[in-house]
């Protein structure tokens, strides 16, 4: 069992379970006191110690019933034999089986005898389940069938289980069988197929458990770097989970820090005079309590065509971390802008960048844009604030009104500016990053999501 | 608690049913010595878990609410502050007689030292509930309700007290519990605990009663109700849980309505009658606007 919960384990956490030796330790501690004999006591009790939670849990449910389908007694323990077994056949070898043991040969040929008496026979005839899981655990352990990985190599493996079950003493009696015209050669040929048939169902079921989970791992190692408008429809939802992922990675590291820095110091002066009345003795202590303002982030996000896919995935990652990230106020244009936070706040992000993006998409003019900030919030700005900018800077040749984005630099505590195009390509045909450049705290590229989880973790640094 | 049966019984002879995996859950965390983290939406009895583990136990129950802002004073231990300063006040007079006959400065110094501790010891701790549970000679029932309203620091606190059953004090040492106490944490799920948290606990998620477990909770409850009405009343919660609804009804809040069709002698549910209970149930206007324009549906689903 031990071997097994492990093997279970190593699943679970290519699942995306986190499992520490610990609570490994913990599940086998439940394990041995609970009663075996019920599936659900061992089920809920390996969850409770597992699974930590409720998305964890039904993981956790998912797996645990793929993995020890025929592994434990009592559940379905004869229904496939049934399906695929008529019962006249069963009938008839049973029947050939008591005459073979009374040692009446006249009846059986030599070949069968030989082949009943193989354990692996034995135990298909008298449907042995247990016995079979058994040695279908440990031909899958010698093979290494945890290493599968592709789907191809499903047939290579179903054969190899099989060998070292000893299938072939099978394949070879109904062989010499198919020669000599026996007539059992029928039922041999179906208890062949039904084992055939549990391999590969065992096989299926172990690729489905550690391929699946490795490749939806790979498939992520390499979304991550892949340039955020060529992620295909099919993935989007996968990089909303991955940005989801990674926001709540964040939240977890910069919601402590919050906490931290609010306590205070102890108020001399007040101390002092509460303890006038007692003749100069501190009975009651009165404590600092410092006041932090929220530092502000302004956001202004370019929605038209060529940065739209950006600036949607950068949203969300913002609003998905939004108990830990200071307020943020947001602003998208692409011809003219305006302020979208209400956009957030009365819909989901999903929904709400949708809008923004049907009520401020067009062609592209920084110019006045900034213009439309000034008039709009450029008061608003002092030196708490953060001013992200996500734009490709291509500003259709017209005025780049750099000297707005200069009093915006002054004022502001940073202004980042977030670039989804490569480095090499700024400042090129009619991009203006060079010069906005200069009114730039940072400006960093933002193409993929690692570059985007760098920049938010960036951003969260400074604003604590 | 020494068997999943045994503790099915004799919750049950207390008046809590609990399902199999509930007992499961109690039966680990008593078996392993581990604390037991609930969670669940609210009213699905969480804490009345913890109250009625102290029945069966026959241990005192320490309770402790959690809030944002609490702190190790408020939940672990604090120094007498006040009394400290008293009895310094008190004692100076004897200052005197304790240096009497010192000579010089380092001499007064040693003798000094023979005494500074006794203003750090138990007699000036004023123990908190964690504390308190430790020092329950028979060992208790720790309840840590609605963890998820502490902050982060608090959850890190928690951690020794969990795992090892002992709270570190630097003036005096280490305090370690005289029995381990069963110790229940609940969660609303507001946010994430640790994982440094989760990984010491016997985790639990307490969903909502399917029909037949809640239909035992009420006949708990409310037996004197009728038996049909029962099983309309509770399909009726169970129809509503499946609305979209600000607040779904609780447990608590279909005991609260058997009570109060009980008290009006109710003996089918009409829907007049239901229209005028909604309030029972429901605890915002919306919702309760929401379910009278889907009562013909939810009725005939009940």
């Known amino acids: 069992m031990h071997k097994n919960l492990v093997n279970f384990i190593s699943i679970l956490r290519s699942h995306d379970i986190r499992v520490s030796p610990a609570e490994t330790i913990d599940a086998l501690n439940a394990m041995s006191v609970l009663n075996f004999e019920k599936r659900s006591q061992i089920r809920d009790g390996l969850a409770m110690t597992l699974a930590k939670t409720k998305l964890e849990e039904k993981i956790f449910l998912k797996c645990f019933d793929r993995f020890f389908k025929s592994e434990l007694p009592n559940i379905n323990p004869d229904s496939l034999s049934k399906d695929t077994i008529s ?25 069968f005898n030989d082949l009943a008496q193989t354990s692996l026979m034995k135990n298909l005839m008298r449907n042995n389940r247990t016995e079979l899981a058994l040695s279908l655990r440990r031909a899958a352990e010698e093979v290494s069938l945890s290493k599968i990985k592709l789907f ?10 099989l060998d070292s079950m000893g299938e072939e003493h099978i394949r070879n009696a109904i062989e010499i069988m198919e020669k000599s015209n026996d007539q059992s050669l029928n039922g041999i040929k179906i208890y062949r197929d039904m084992l055939r048939k549990e391999v590969k169902d065992f096989v299926e079921r172990e690729y489905m458990l550690q391929a699946e989970a490795r490749n939806k791992q790979l498939s992520d190692n390499i979304l991550v770097d892949v340039r955020l408008n060529n992620i295909e429809h099919y993935y989007l939802h996968r990089a909303n989970d991955l940005i989801t992922k990674m926001a709540s990675k964040l939240s977890k590291r910069y919601g402590k820090q919050i906490k931290r820095s609010k306590k205070g110091r102890i108020h001399m002066p007040r101390t002092l005079r509460e303890g006038v009345p007692h003749q100069g003795i501190l009975f009651k202590t009165h404590w600092k309590k410092k006041i932090r303002k929220k530092p502000q982030i302004f956001v202004i996000c370019d929605v038209s065509g060529s940065v739209a896919a950006y600036t949607k995935f950068f949203l969300i990652f913002l609003y998905t971390i939004q108990d830990v990230l200071p307020k943020v106020r947001s602003f998208a244009f692409s011809s003219h802008l305006g302020e979208v936070s209400s956009f957030f706040v009365e819909n989901s992000v999903e929904r709400a960048i949708e809008l923004v993006n049907w009520q401020y998409g067009g062609a592209t003019d920084y110019g006045g844009s900034f213009e439309d900030f000034k008039n709009l919030a450029i008061a608003d700005i002092d030196r708490r604030s953060t ?12 005025d780049p009104k750099l000297e707005i984005l200069r009093t915006i630099f002054e004022r502001s505590k940073q202004v ?49 | 608690m020494d068997s999943i049966e045994n503790i099915t019984s004799s919750f049950e002879k207390h008046g809590y049913i609990c399902s199999e995996k509930i007992a499961t859950a109690i039966f680990l965390a008593a078996k392993l010595e581990k604390p037991l983290l609930v969670e669940g939406p609210p009213g699905v009895g969480k804490t009345e878990l913890a109250k009625t583990a102290a029945y069966v136990v026959d241990k005192p129950l320490v309770r402790l609410q959690c809030y944002e802002g609490l702190d190790e004073t408020k939940a672990l231990y604090e120094w007498k502050y006040s009394k400290q300063l008293l009895y310094t006040q008190l004692l100076k007079e004897q200052l005197s007689d304790v240096l009497g006959g010192a000579i010089g400065f380092e001499d007064s110094m040693t003798r000094l030292h023979a005494f500074s501790d006794a203003f750090y010891s138990r007699e000036f701790l004023e123990p908190r509930p964690l504390l308190r549970a430790m020092h329950e000679k028979n060992g208790s029932v720790l309840l840590i309700d609605e963890i998820d309203k502490a902050d982060f620091e608090f959850e890190s606190l928690l951690l020794e007290i969990l795992s090892d059953y002992q709270v570190s004090i630097p003036e005096i040492g280490t305090i370690a519990a005289t029995k381990i106490p069963f110790v229940v944490l609940t969660s609303n799920d507001t946010r994430d605990a640790s994982d440094a948290l989760k990984r010491r606990c016997i985790h639990l998620y307490i969903p909502f009663p399917d029909q037949a477990l809640e239909e035992r909770i009420v006949l708990e409850k409310v037996p004197q109700i009728d038996n049909n009405l029962r099983k309309k ?21 279909t005991i ?39 009562l013909v549906s939810i009725l005939k689903q009940a």
């Not at chain 1, 191809?152 to 289980?161: A, D, H, N, P, W």
């Not at chain 1, 480095?423 to 940072?442: F, L, N, P, V």
């Open chain 1, 87 to 111: 019962t006249q056949d069963l009938s008839n070898l049973i029947e050939k089986i008591n005459s073979n043991e009374i040692g009446n040969e006249t009846l059986m040929s030599q070949t």
């Open chain 2, 233 to 253: 009343l509770v399909g009726f919660v169970q129809a509503l849980r499946s609305l979209d609804l600000k607040k779904t009804p609780a447990i608590s809040e």
């Open chain 1, 416 to 464: 980042i500016w977030l670039n989804p195009e490569p480095r090499r390509a700024w400042g090129t045909g009619d991009s203006e990053m060079k010069r906005y450049q200069t009114a730039c705290h940072i400006s960093m590229e933002c193409g993929n999501l690692r570059q985007l989880e760098r920049v938010v973790d960036r951003l969260l640094k400074s604003t604590q």
């Open chain 1, 387 to 398: 001013v992200l900018i996500l734009g490709d800077a291509r500003n259709n040749q017209g």
């Open chain 2, 256 to 294: 609260d309505w058997a009570k109060s069709l009980l008290l009006l002698n109710a003996e089918s549910l009409e829907s007049d009658l239901v229209v005028n209970t909604l309030n029972v149930l429901l605890k915002f206007e919306e919702d309760i606007e929401n379910t009278k324009s889907n």
């Open chain 1, 152 to 161: 191809t190599q499903k047939g290579l493996y179903t054969r190899k289980i």
